[in-house]
């Protein structure tokens, strides 16, 4: 059975860090492009960030760019988000979601963590 | 940037048939996606490739993409059917989700 379980959300003050985690299990994780999608609440779906499964390459939406970094450890079949000078517009639920590239589609996604960004 | 354009809301009776369209700039050169959200759940693709359901998707749900617009199509709606959902193609190599459509089966 596929899954994907985040974990590392919680509430931080304006400026601050969070790092979020998201174990895979059940799938070959390293033949999967990954990504960070969040919704904040009461609205809709906003994709944060995405990692390639072979080439590394790494893309970030404007919103988060410069200040969020995503990342992946094969050996421990887990993605990363470090997420930097955190605004009140970051809260959220972050979910993390495999690409299945058959597919071409977001086909495996985890229950989510709650980012709360407030003083 | 791309965008996807969705309606809001929309409403439909059992059994009937609703149809949900998501517009983009020349969305039939690419794949849709299609993803349902119920209230409290991450959200689970419906369909993939612009007409392929995933295995467990029932036989009710159906998409279509040409020119500026994707469709999904829902035939004889269900009350379980009442959801949210997003429309997602891609844009170079990255993700673009629609504002989402909330389904209403009353």
């Known amino acids: 059975e596929v899954q994907l379980v985040e974990s590392g959300g919680g509430l931080v003050k304006p400026g601050g860090s969070l790092r979020l985690s998201c174990a895979a299990s059940?799938?070959?994780?390293?033949?999967?492009?990954m990504n960070w999608v969040r919704q904040a609440p009461g609205k809709g779906l906003e994709w944060v960030a995405s990692?390639?499964?072979?080439?590394?390459?790494?893309y970030y939406a404007d919103s988060v760019k410069g200040r969020f970094t995503i990342s992946r450890d094969y050996a421990k079949n887990s993605l990363y988000l470090q997420m930097n000078s955190l605004r009140a517009e970051d809260t959220a639920v972050y979910y993390c979601a495999g690409v299945d590239t058959a597919m071409v589609a977001l086909a495996y996604w985890g229950q989510g963590t709650l980012v709360t960004v407030s003083s | 940037s791309y965008e996807l354009t969705q309606p809001p809301s929309v409403s439909v009776s059992p059994g009937q048939t609703a149809s949900i369209t998501c517009s983009g700039d020349k969305l039939g050169d690419k794949y849709s996606c299609w993803y349902q959200q119920k209230p409290g759940q991450s959200p689970v693709l419906v369909i993939y490739q612009d007409t392929k359901r995933p295995s467990g998707i029932p036989e009710r749900f159906s998409g279509s993409n040409s020119g500026n617009t994707a469709t999904l199509t829902i035939s004889g709606t269900q009350a379980m059917d009442e959801a949210d959902y997003y429309c997602q193609a891609w844009d170079s190599s990255t993700v673009v989700f629609g504002g989402g459509t909330k389904l209403t089966v009353l």
């Open positions: 990692i390639s499964n072979r080439n590394g390459y790494i």
């Open positions: 059940g799938f070959t994780f390293s033949s999967y492009n």
